[in-house]
């Protein structure tokens, strides 16, 4: 599922690709593999949709996924986070981590992975549930301050993220120093999703992005800029 998800841009297959490998993390690979298989031999050399595959699954699991296909696959939209990064009153450095409010848009249960490093080269990892329309949460960031911000660290969640100035700095960050190849590819993502959404002027894109595109590794990467 990884490899099925990444390569795509998000107007052609994410969504699909981003929400079967969500569900397989949800069930468990063994699971959903078991599922599939189910779903394949039962409609081979045949034409089905998705809801044989759901009920498949439904019966690998052992598990009702109604609710879920209701929230993820008949309603429109994708959920959006904002990121920023603040001090709090006590002076603590905190990275605010919010749940866009979004009408029309399900408001399920969102698990996301965040990455946090450090200056010092350390990486706090930390799993985050967003199941409220409008949400707020935060994570205390290292003394010296955070040197890069991942959201979706394990590719694992179907979602839009953006931030402020400060995070989109720290994205650039990340083309440089992200610890893998998918963390620079979500990096070119953040940032492109930043001009889509009118954030950043596609002239300071050029300006804080293009110098590192040398550094990409993948025809993902390249592609997709």
């Known amino acids: 599922m990884a ?4 390569p795509y841009g998000a107007m052609v297959y994410a969504k699909a690709a981003a929400l079967l490998r969500q569900l397989e993390s949800e069930l468990g690979p063994q699971v959903f593999q078991r599922g599939v298989r189910i779903w394949m031999r039962r409609h081979a050399y ?3 949709d998705w809801k044989d595959l759901v009920r498949a699954l439904e019966q690998a699991s052992g598990r009702s996924l109604q609710a879920w296909a209701r929230a993820w696959i008949l309603r429109p939209g994708v959920p959006r986070l904002a990121v920023s990064l603040r ?5 603590a450095r905190v ?11 399900a408001t399920v249960p969102l698990r996301i992975a965040v990455d946090v490093a450090g200056r010092d080269g350390g990486v706090a990892s930390r799993a985050l549930t967003l199941d409220r329309a409008r949400m707020r949460t935060r994570l ?9 911000i991942v959201l ?19 994205v650039v960050e990340t083309l440089v120093h992200g610890r893998s190849a998918l963390h620079r590819i979500q990096a070119w993502e953040s940032l492109w999703q930043a001009v889509r959404d009118r954030v950043l002027d596609p002239a300071h894109f050029a ?5 590192h595109l040398g550094g990409g590794r993948g025809a993902c990467i390249v592609g997709g800029v």
Request: aromatic content about 4%; overall charge negative.
């Open 95 to 105: 990275v605010a981590v919010e749940r866009v409010r979004q009408p029309g848009v």
């Open 46 to 48: 045949a034409a089905c």
């Open 152 to 170: 979706n660290a394990d590719d694992r969640a179907y979602a839009v993220v953006t931030g402020d100035a400060r995070w989109l700095e720290m």
């Open 3 to 6: 490899q099925a998800k990444s």
């Open 87 to 91: 001090t709090a009153r006590d002076g």
């Open 207 to 211: 300006t804080m992005a293009l110098p």
């Open 140 to 148: 205390e960031a290292p003394p010296a301050g955070p040197d890069r």
